[in-house]
């Protein structure tokens, strides 16, 4: 388990969601930063280098999909859990361009949620050229 060693930065605008998941995941050990806004997280740089995102898609100001589109832009590798209410799902080349690791539809299941978080910790393979 990299409980101790990653940083799950989560960007959420919806406060009750925010809290629940940032006690969930501490109450399981992991190191938690929590965002209201892909701006605000955006801002927070130099992020931790061995960190994960769990992103909410449908926000004010900017969306999921564009802070997305932003980190795609600075090379970030970021491994990314997307958490959604809505069901607009990205095709496996999007998630994979994107690092995208798994996708929740909420309300989602917390074993889910923790067994994503415990992939991203396993060692991945190369992206392809």
């Not at 806004?37 to 280098?49: G, I, K, N, V």
């Not at 491994?79 to 361009?97: H, N, R």
């Amino acid at each position: 388990m990299c409980t101790a060693n990653l940083v799950v930065y989560v960007v959420e605008d919806d406060a009750s969601v925010r809290r629940a998941v940032t006690r969930l995941l501490r109450a399981h050990g992991w190191r938690v930063v929590a965002f209201d806004s892909a701006d605000a997280f955006l801002r927070a740089r130099p992020w931790e280098p061995v960190a994960c995102l769990l992103l909410d898609i449908q926000m004010p100001g900017m969306t999921g999909w564009e802070l997305l589109d932003e980190l795609g832009k600075i090379d970030s590798a970021l491994p990314v859990i997307v958490i959604t209410a809505y069901s607009e799902e990205p095709t496996p080349e999007q998630a994979q361009q994107a690092g995208i690791v798994a996708y929740l539809h909420k309300p989602f299941d917390e074993q889910v949620l923790l067994e994503a978080l415990q992939r991203v910790c396993m060692p991945r393979p190369p992206a392809p050229p």
